[in-house]
């Protein structure tokens, strides 16, 4: 069973930063790719910047210009670093993996970071 383990979270000011890690272990197949969500109080998860084993990126429009996701395809670990941070970025954020084991693919789930912005 793959597990990531997410970490980095906190509070901050707006304006402020912070860098979001990911570990992931028990691979037993390979990454395809690997992103963060978050899901605010009251709404519903949505995409934040995903990376593929490709190394090319995708960002929702929010996180463009402010996030930047990067990946260690060695060590299985994905960040995210996030500049100029808004209250409206508080959310749990949640790292997922797209793994491919022969011809099937799964999805994971970490267990997510809280990340606060005080205005």
């Known amino acids: 069973q793959v597990q990531l383990v997410e970490s980095g979270g906190g509070l901050v000011q707006a304006g402020g930063s912070l860098r979001l890690s990911c570990a992931a272990s028990?691979?037993?197949?390979?990454?395809?790719?690997i992103g963060w969500y978050r899901q605010a109080p009251g709404k519903q998860r949505e995409l934040v910047a995903v990376i593929s084993d490709g190394e090319s990126s995708n960002y929702a429009e929010f996180a463009k210009g402010r996030f930047t996701i990067s990946r260690d395809i060695g060590e299985n670990t994905v960040s995210l670093q996030m500049n100029s941070l808004k209250p409206e970025d508080t959310a749990v954020y949640y790292c997922?993996?797209?793994?491919?084991?022969?011809?099937?693919?799964?999805?994971?789930w970490g267990q997510g970071t809280q990340v606060t912005v005080s205005s």
């Open positions: 028990r691979i037993t197949g390979s990454i395809n790719a």
């Open positions: 997922k993996a797209i793994v491919k084991i022969s011809t099937f693919q799964f999805q994971y």
